[in-house]
């Protein structure tokens, strides 16, 4: 197992003490993370990235360690577990609230190319059949991609419903 910090991109307005506390809280996640790795006895890389205001850790499989995808669970609900345990962590380590993101053998960058794709079909739904598409229910982060994706291009999009139940409906205003 090896934790790797690649050199911090972070914009040039950011002040270093934020980017000073990041990299605090990167180091926190990845030690819990890596704690919870070694109690399971699955192996993986973990990289600590700093980019846009936000700690964004990934973990990758080591060689044919399949152990990783228990650790994604179905439709990304043992990592979102995984990422708030992780999210604790630092708050009690450091007293500050984190906004990590972890992702786990590139679940999230996929389920991001997923996102994008369903954003636009329901602009496309939108432009052909006009009204308002209600979307599937999915975590803050997940609807977050949708309404960034949907607003370039040049629609509307707002969260609707609570809780689990939360969901994003697209209109053209």
Do not use: C, W
């Not at 080591?62 to 962590?89: F, I, K, M, P, T």
């Amino acid at each position: 197992m090896s934790v790797e910090t690649p050199a911090e991109e972070t914009a040039v307005t950011e002040a270093p003490e934020n980017v000073n506390r990041l990299d605090e809280e990167g180091d926190v996640a990845a030690d819990y993370l890596e704690e919870l790795l070694d109690i399971a006895d699955i192996d993986g890389d973990i990289d600590i990235e700093v980019r846009n205001g936000r700690t964004y850790i990934s973990i990758e499989a080591d060689g044919e360690n399949h152990g990783l995808d228990s650790l994604v669970g179905q439709d990304g609900e043992v990592l979102e577990a995984l990422q708030e345990l992780a999210r604790l962590a630092v708050l009690s380590a450091t007293e500050n609230r984190s906004r990590l993101v972890l992702d786990i053998n590139g679940y999230r960058r996929g389920r991001t190319v997923e996102l994008s794709k369903i954003a636009q079909d329901a602009v496309d739904r939108v432009k052909n059949d006009g009204g308002r598409v209600a979307l599937e229910p999915m975590s803050a982060y997940e609807r977050k991609i949708v309404h960034d994706a949907v607003a370039e291009l040049g629609f509307v999009s707002e969260s609707e419903g609570e809780g689990p139940r939360r969901h994003i409906v697209v209109s053209a205003d």
